[in-house]
């Protein structure tokens, strides 16, 4: 049986920059294993300067601090439940004490190892340009390309590893939220979903799990009070939304 196709949609803005960030690790991640041609490498460092200026906008690294931080009160108070498994909790505690740890213990901005790297400097400061990665703006960048690639990797491998701290929160935050709700079966009618969300409880994401053979995709739009889905498919071209009834699975996440 084919694995649903997941749909997932961010209720703040802090959750939103984490799942950019971890599509971005994934894409880092993947040409880094790659085949080492040189368009892995061109992608990997293209990749690279999008985390980059992502960790400019705001202080990044104290709320992912707050959100750690904030997780392990939450998740501290359960053990005292008796039917929580404990010995699973406590490595999921040391699991945040350990990304939380390493987080304080990185100086500066984050990313500011990279940042102070002359050519990675350059090679960001013309990537806001269409097309100003070519071999005429960048010939220091056009000749690391094409130095062999156990090389290349060397480096590749050296501002991958510098991340370490960032990526492993970011990991481990989403899926502690993803796995903070148990989906449940839910059926839109017509097409079309709606749902009013409790304000008093800190709904992080909404996850939607259909059919891999379905014809048609969901669109979700919402914040932290009430959420809206639509089952779009297309018609001549244009997106319409679909008049059969969607059943779907639905996940509420917070944590």
């Given amino acids: 049986m084919s694995k649903p196709v997941i749909y997932e949609h961010p209720l703040n803005e802090r959750v939103r920059t984490l799942m950019r960030l971890e599509h971005l690790f994934e894409q880092m991640r993947h040409f880094k294993s790659g085949q080492a041609s040189v368009w892995d490498s061109r992608v990997f460092v293209t990749t690279l300067m999008d985390i980059l200026d992502l960790f400019s906008r705001g202080d990044l690294k104290t709320e992912l601090i707050k959100e750690s931080e904030r997780a392990i009160s939450n998740l501290s108070q359960h053990m005292q439940h008796p039917g929580v498994d404990h010995e699973r909790l406590k490595s999921i505690l040391r699991a945040l004490e350990s990304v939380t740890k390493s987080l304080h213990e990185l100086k500066g901005q984050l990313g500011q190892s990279l940042r102070d790297d002359d050519f990675l400097g350059a090679i960001r400061q013309r990537s806001a340009i269409p097309g100003g ?32 701290a960032i990526r492993q929160a970011v990991e481990l935050l989403l899926k502690l939220i993803r796995n903070s709700a148990e989906p449940r079966q839910v059926t839109a009618q017509g097409g079309g979903y709606q749902q009013n969300l409790d304000a008093a409880i800190p709904y992080h994401m909404i996850r939607i799990a259909l059919s891999h053979e379905a014809s048609y995709y969901a669109e979700i739009s919402g914040g932290k009070h009430r959420f809206t889905i639509r089952f779009l498919e297309t018609s001549e071209g244009r997106p319409v939304q679909t008049p059969d009834d969607v059943h779907f699975k639905l996940s509420c996440c917070s944590l």
């Fill in 133 to 164: 990665t070519c071999d005429f703006d960048l010939p220091a960048f056009h000749q690391w390309l094409h130095q062999n690639a156990e090389r290349r990797n060397e480096d590749i491998s050296r501002w991958y590893n510098s991340l370490d």
